[in-house]
């Protein structure tokens, strides 16, 4: 630590640590615009600029940007010098001189980082009297509004999207002093991360779109801290209601896992929770008519209670509920008839996953980990659309090397112009195996396609040639041996390499090839990592529970030993072949289904309850790395529905089964699973008890300024309505109660006096871009202080099939290949159609051509999709379009028919 001086007065700040960074970690307020933690220092804007002095002695000193000044021992500066104020001031004046005057109805009043920035500049009077430069606006698809006479050329929009996350569609263009931000012509954003450009954009050029349908003053919103539901990352949200409906959704940071940003589909596939789809009351099913009825809730659970009595119940759970709902269904039910719900292969990889992370064969990095890893081996992962913001964070890591390079030459790696122009000439090494082209393809070093087979034995080859005592691969090409030894030479070579593999190809030879890999790196260098994705908010967290796995259900009604089947928040038809789960639900007599979705299944039950989504419950959710974290709810569920833990211990209750009449709040349930389950002691600590208060008070959901408390419900009642009681968390439906930094799991907003945008997030970080004060949220439920670690042996090589048979493999798209987002209005406008993907001499062989109608078929399951010829796609390897709306499940990969024809 360096000792710096501000205003005469000694502080301590990071050698070498850009100057604005330290004195905004201090506490000082400095405005700024093109600076960001994440994108570094350009100093394009010059509205950062403190007094520099010499020594003590000197007393005139020079103006220079702190952006781009490193901290130094013995640096003195000035922050509240008169000329470097009036500098500030005008620098901010003439960024105001076209900028319009409609703060009034612009959607980013009142969270706007200029207008902080210039009341913290003391610019508080328009000399300009002459015409502003106009500019014609763009439609950018669904997701991003456009306003582009509202920019100060800061240059962060294009910074982020084209050097931070490798997006080529957006541009800066200019022509003597206009300056323009946008695409070449009308059309959608292609960048998976475009949402990020509404709280990277300091004005209201770049919007959140799907807020502007049903708009609300930011300082009207009412909001709570979550945890995305759309992958399994965990990332960390803020989610934002107003007359119970949720308005949107922002990046809650998070210094483990997902840092400032959001992908676009956990941004915006939250309109989900308006859909039509959506189920809010209790139903039963006329046996005379058999339609669906609306039913006293009080009747259900009496029908549901006989239904009990019968015996004979299975419960099946599911990776997209809680870790309290399943434990609940698991109480309810008894651990021998509870089933994950998972898919097969799902349920082997996730199972298999856990059973890698606790045998300790490496480190585990988090998510934020990753992007300082400086070689990287992607296997059999497209994590673009299987883990968005992984993809994102491997973005990052390709810079490492610049970065050291930079450091060589005594340039800071937060120099940004600096690093990405040595980083295009010196990109870190990453190696892609994938089933399929994908979208980080662009910044790989080499490129392998091949069928999971071929994959896994590629990865046991880089396993072999990084540790000779492992056996060798028998028959590998010429060139996949050589391109093993080339990745294996990065890998060992690397000060902190990673390997990167996960659930994406559907294969556990492929997953345990990137095992071995790891282990045999951290043989020699304990900073190896390994990073497993999986494919749902809360696969690993199922797993944790034991759950039996969804084919002996099946197989157990096929002997007659299911009598009634408890299915929460689940879609069987996603998970198994449409005729196995049709004949499943012949078999059970009684069929009940806890969701907030009409699904197929839901379709098919005798009762249905309501359950609360996300932003209507509070629970806990484990991510890929075993993190578990808190969600809360955001306002009260409507009508009969109820989080899925409370419906079940209603259930419970009703029925006379265990002590679930004592569950009364989250914490209790918490502390019965914690009993049960010693893996999952930690949830404990994840969070605040419910009782928890700061000076007797509790954390208010609403900012100091909220309005409309009488008006949202004057058609009800004149006089201002109770709010809704919380017994679950230490959050308040209210503007009143402590809100002076509460612990990081609860943070429902970021605000600080003078920082009304997203930047006040700086006043709840121990260091800008470091952890939260108090550490980030979450804790790791799974750990290893001892390896145990036994390697895998080699995949062996699969025959294959004679005739006309393909091997159909499983490619995934963000928008389109899960359940939820789907729904989303804005997110449906992204769903490419259903395509069979295939290489050009496959789709000749049996007369197909882009676009012709084929028929796929695999066992029971069959489906007639549109053939899309790709180039990148291995000879006798279709891709099939899994997940995707309107596609039957099939269990893949494996070996099907291509017929000519739907």
Avoid at 120 to 128: F, I, L
Avoid at 152 to 170: H, K, N, S
Avoid at 612 to 622: I, M
Wanted: hydrophobic share 40%; net charge neutral.
């Amino acid at each position: 630590m360096a000792i710096i001086y501000i205003e005469n007065k000694p502080y301590q700040a990071p050698e070498g640590k850009n100057l604005l960074n330290a004195c905004l970690s201090l506490g000082f307020n400095i405005p700024y615009f093109c600076w960001h933690p994440a994108l570094g220092s350009v100093g394009a804007c010059r509205q950062c600029a403190v007094k520099k002095y010499r020594d003590e002695s000197d007393t005139r000193g020079q103006i220079v940007m702190s952006c781009m000044e490193q901290v130094a021992g013995g640096l003195r500066i000035s922050i509240d010098d008169p000329e470097v104020r009036e500098f500030r001031a005008s620098i901010i004046e003439w960024l105001m001189a076209n900028h319009p005057h409609d703060c009034p109805v612009c959607d980013e009043g009142g969270e706007c980082h200029l207008q902080d920035m210039t009341v913290m500049a003391g610019h508080a009077y328009r000399r300009y009297r002459f015409k502003k430069r106009t500019y014609a606006n763009q439609e950018l698809g669904p997701f991003i509004n456009h306003e582009m006479n509202r920019c100060i050329q800061c240059y962060r929009c294009v910074r982020f999207y084209r050097d931070y996350a490798g997006g080529r569609d957006l541009e800066v263009f200019s022509a003597h002093d206009h300056v323009y931000f946008g695409r070449h012509d009308h059309g959608t954003l292609e960048s998976e991360f475009s949402g990020n450009l509404a709280e990277v954009c300091p004005t209201g050029v770049f919007t959140d779109k799907t807020l502007k349908k049903h708009y609300t003053r930011k300082w009207d919103l009412q909001s709570a801290a979550s945890v995305c539901v759309h992958c399994g990352l965990g990332c960390n949200t803020l989610v934002a209601e107003r007359y119970g409906s949720v308005r949107r959704i922002l990046s809650r940071y998070n210094g483990a896992v997902n840092g400032y940003f959001l992908c676009d589909r956990g941004r915006f596939g939250y309109e989900f929770l308006s859909s039509a789809k959506r189920i809010r009351r209790a139903a039963k099913r006329n046996s005379a008519s058999g339609a669906m009825e609306p039913a006293d809730k009080k009747i259900i659970l009496r029908s549901i209670k006989e239904i009990i009595a019968g015996g004979r119940v299975i419960g099946i759970g599911s990776p997209r509920a809680s870790v309290e709902s399943n434990f609940a269904l698991r109480r309810l039910v008894g651990p021998d008839n509870f089933y994950s719900g998972m898919s097969a292969a799902e349920e082997e990889l996730t199972a298999l996953s856990i059973r890698i992370m606790k045998s300790g064969c490496a480190s585990f990095p988090s998510l934020r980990e990753t992007e300082k890893a400086d070689a990287v081996f992607v296997l059999g992962e497209d994590v673009t659309n299987t883990a968005p913001m992984l993809a994102l964070a491997l973005r990052q890591s390709v810079k490492n090397r610049a970065a050291a390079s930079l450091k060589k030459n005594r340039i800071p790696e937060w120099d940004n112009g600096s690093l990405c122009v040595i980083k295009d000439e010196e990109p870190g090494p990453l190696f892609v195996a994938s089933l399929l082209p994908t979208r980080l393809d662009d910044a790989a070093t080499r490129i392998f396609r091949g069928s999971p087979t071929q994959i896994a034995r590629l990865g046991q080859a880089v396993a072999h040639a990084v540790n000779e005592n492992l056996p060798a691969v028998s028959g590998l090409e010429q060139a996949v041996a050589k391109l093993a030894e080339e990745i294996a030479r990065e890998l060992t070579e690397a000060s902190a390499p990673l390997v990167v593999s996960g659930a994406g190809c559907l294969s556990g030879p492929v997953m345990e090839a990137a095992a071995n890999i790891a282990a045999a790196l951290a043989a020699v260098n304990p900073r190896a990592g390994l990073f497993l994705a999986l494919p749902e908010s809360n696969s690993f967290g199922l797993g944790l529970l034991s759950g039996k796995p969804l084919d002996q259900a099946f197989q157990r009604a096929e002997k007659g030993e299911v009598r009634a089947a408890i299915i929460l928040e689940n879609d069987l038809y996603r998970r198994s072949e449409k005729k196995r789960v049709d004949r499943f639900r012949e078999q059970c007599r009684h069929v009940i289904v806890l969701d907030f979705i009409d699904t197929a299944t839901a379709a098919k039950a005798e009762i249905i309850l309501p359950t609360a989504p996300f932003a209507e419950a509070d629970g806990t959710l484990v991510n890929n790395e075993g993190r578990g974290q808190r969600f809360y709810r955001v306002m009260d569920p409507e009508e009969d529905c109820r989080p899925g833990w409370r419906m079940l211990a209603e259930i419970m209750e009703y029925a006379g089964i265990g002590d679930a009449g004592q569950w009364t709040t989250i914490d209790d349930i918490i502390a019965g699973l914690c009993a049960e389950e010693p893996e999952l002691q930690g949830m404990r600590e994840i969070a605040p008890p419910a009782e928890f208060r700061i000076y007797g008070q509790r954390v208010p959901r609403q900012p100091h300024r909220y309005s409309g408390r009488t008006a949202m419900k004057a058609h009800e009642d004149i006089h201002e309505h109770k709010p809704a009681l919380d017994f679950d968390s230490p959050l308040t439906f209210s503007m009143e109660g402590f809100r002076s930094g509460p612990p990081p799991s609860l943070i429902p907003f970021y605000w600080s006096a003078g920082w009304n945008s997203v930047h006040a997030l700086n006043k709840f970080q121990a260091e800008i871009g470091g952890p939260l004060r108090g550490g980030d949220p979450g804790i790791r439920m799974v750990g290893s202080s001892h390896k145990n670690f036994e390697y895998f042996k080699p995949a062996p090589v699969t025959p294959t099939p004679g005739g006309r048979e393909y091997l159909l493999v499983p490619y995934f798209r963000i928008f389109g290949s899960e359940e939820l987002s789907v729904l989303s209005p804005s997110i449906a406008g992204r769903i490419p159609g259903n395509l069979l993907l295939m290489n050009e001499s496959d789709a000749k062989r049996i007369g197909a051509g882009n676009g012709s109608l084929v028929r796929v078929a695999v066992a029971d399951a069959g489906a007639s999709l549109a053939v899309k010829i790709d180039p990148g796609i291995p000879e006798g390897v279709a891709g099939y379009p899994a997940g995707m709306p309107g596609v039957e499940f099939m269990n893949l990969p494996a070996w099907g028919a291509i017929t000519e024809g739907g």
